[in-house]
């Protein structure tokens, strides 16, 4: 692969939760137009490297920079703010609020966009015609899986250059976990740069360029996708293979 600009560039970040150290040193870069995948078991730190990137944690050392610009201690509004969505842990829909209501509130900073965004979420509808159908139920009614196409699409319809994803198979069927990379697989085709944490490593790793492992809060090893999923070490010790 061509080297490319960072978007994101984690140099030796320590992260603590208290008097818990979550991250030791975790640096990582994601290039532009990449998709990188960051693995790892319960409490290795992945959820945790992108609540950084997204400022839903403050590193207590190290730095975060954005397309070159150092993003530590700000807001996660401003984060957000430079075209960046968040596709969260548990999807974190309003459940009282309609699927409708619900994009509306993921395209809010464009508001002032009325033509252009009447088109975007018709594209939406096309893309997800679950949701077109739903669209005046209440999120909250909806089935595991119906979520997280909709938190996808709330975050597509935001009309981001980079996206986090935080777990996006966690708790759904292999059908909508079919589903669920298909879109990301468009997204990677639009040229949408990712970050995207998740346990099922073999989905990630047939998505990603390239993945870190992290084990306790430290990479333990990291390369190109290809890489990590032909070698049987990194497999038998990292990904859960025999």
């Known amino acids: 692969m061509a080297e490319t600009q960072p978007r994101i560039v984690i140099d030796a970040i320590d992260v603590h939760y208290g008097a818990v150290q979550a991250l030791f040193g975790v640096s990582l870069t994601v290039g532009a137009r990449e998709v990188v995948a960051v693995l790892g078991g319960n409490a290795s730190g992945k959820s945790t490297t992108i609540k950084s990137v997204l400022g839903l944690v403050r590193p207590t050392k190290g ?40 994009l509306l509130l993921g395209a809010y900073p464009r508001r002032r966009e009325a033509r252009e965004l009447a088109g975007d979420l018709e594209r939406v509808y096309d ?91 430290r990479v333990a090893v990291s390369g190109t996708a290809r890489d990590l999923a032909s070698d049987p070490q990194v497999r038998k010790a990292y990904l859960g293979a025999a």
């Open 127 to 217: 893309a997800f015609p679950r949701l077109k159908e739903r669209r005046a139920q209440l999120a909250g009614t909806m089935s595991g899986g119906e979520q997280q196409m909709l938190a996808l699409a709330r975050a597509w319809l935001r009309k981001p250059t980079l996206v986090c994803i935080d777990e996006p198979s966690m708790g759904l069927s292999p059908r909508f976990v079919d589903q669920v990379y298909e879109v990301l697989q468009s997204w990677k085709a639009q040229g949408i740069t990712i970050l995207l944490v998740e346990q099922n490593a073999r989905m990630a790793l047939e998505l990603a360029d390239r993945a870190y492992v992290l084990q306790h809060g």
């Open 63 to 102: 730095t975060i920079t954005l397309d070159g610009a150092p993003v530590n201690g700000q807001r996660p509004d401003a984060i957000i703010a430079r075209g960046v969505a968040s596709v969260p842990e548990g999807r974190r829909v309003f459940p009282e609020m309609s699927v409708y209501e619900n």
